[in-house]
């Protein structure tokens, strides 16, 4: 019982020697914030650049964590499941896949220290992964509102913590935001969905990101100058070069590792 008590603390200590043993201080140190929940190993002029530039969040475990594990996940065990012609006609696969990517949230949530932002995403991830199970993915605000009931009960004093503000506060401004921005834009810009270019299926792309990173900074400006008394004018810009090689390249390629 002991031992099991403390594996999750002796698996994150584990991944922190790992990362320090295979990268130099610098690397490690912002391999260990993404990937751990430890911003320990990063000095203070990186924290202050992140910070002057809106992209504080990043180093932080989020929902994108969760989600891009649990899609990891969910994609490898559908791929394992599909060599198998038995299981594809007795089961639905993704079904399937998706319920068996839950156990490992929740590991990976222990492991990343159990923080208010980690156990929102973690919730809000077990829960959406449902709602795709229940075929009712497209209700994010229920999901929202469901995660946030769920962390008030057992922390009820996280309401007041400036993770839980600036994460739901952020999380509900896409999801009211975003549309409007997106359904404003399209208005504007009628494309031919035939004759439509890869490079415009880039700048769509772009665009798409640009007006999320907009609707959360919008969204959670309020609570960023009551608690910090600033915030970053090119912080969706920044976000928009910087996240991408965080989602596509660095954060992939270290859940993988460790």
């Known amino acids: 019982t002991h031992r099991a008590r403390f594996l999750p603390e002796r698996l994150r200590q584990d991944n922190a020697a790992f990362l320090d043993h295979h ?17 320990a190993g990063i000095n203070s002029k990186t924290l202050e650049q992140y910070k002057a530039t809106g992209c504080m969040h990043l180093l932080a475990i989020s929902g994108l964590h969760m989600g891009l ?6 994609m490898s065990f559908m ?3 599909k060599r198998s012609n038995a299981l594809i006609l ?6 399937v896949a998706t319920l068996l990517s839950l156990p490992f949230l929740v590991g990976y949530a222990f492991i990343a220290g ?5 156990i929102r995403a973690m919730i809000m991830a077990i829960l959406f992964l449902f709602a795709v199970v229940l075929r009712r993915q497209r209700s994010l605000v229920h999901v929202v509102a469901a995660a946030a009931l769920i962390l008030l009960w057992f922390r009820p004093l996280a309401l007041f913590t400036v993770s839980f503000q600036l994460s739901f506060t952020a999380v509900l401004a896409i999801t009211f935001i ?18 439509i270019s890869r490079l415009t299926k880039l700048f769509q792309y772009v665009k798409g990101a640009f007006m999320v990173s907009t609707a959360a900074t919008l969204g959670s400006l309020p609570f960023m100058l009551y608690h910090f008394n600033r915030f970053s004018p090119v912080g969706p810009l920044a976000n928009l070069l910087v996240e991408p090689m965080l989602c596509f390249w660095a954060l992939p390629i270290g859940l993988a590792a460790v």
């Open 23 to 39: 990268l130099d201080p610098k690397a490690a140190g912002l391999y260990k914030a993404l990937l751990i929940g430890s911003r």
């Open 69 to 74: 594990l649990g899609l990891m996940i969910t």
């Open 79 to 81: 791929w394992l499941m």
């Open 90 to 95: 007795r089961w639905h696969v993704p079904t």
């Open 114 to 118: 159990l923080n208010t932002p980690v």
């Open 178 to 195: 975003y549309p409007n921005l997106l359904a404003l834009f399209n208005r504007k810009d009628k494309i031919d969905k035939e004759k």
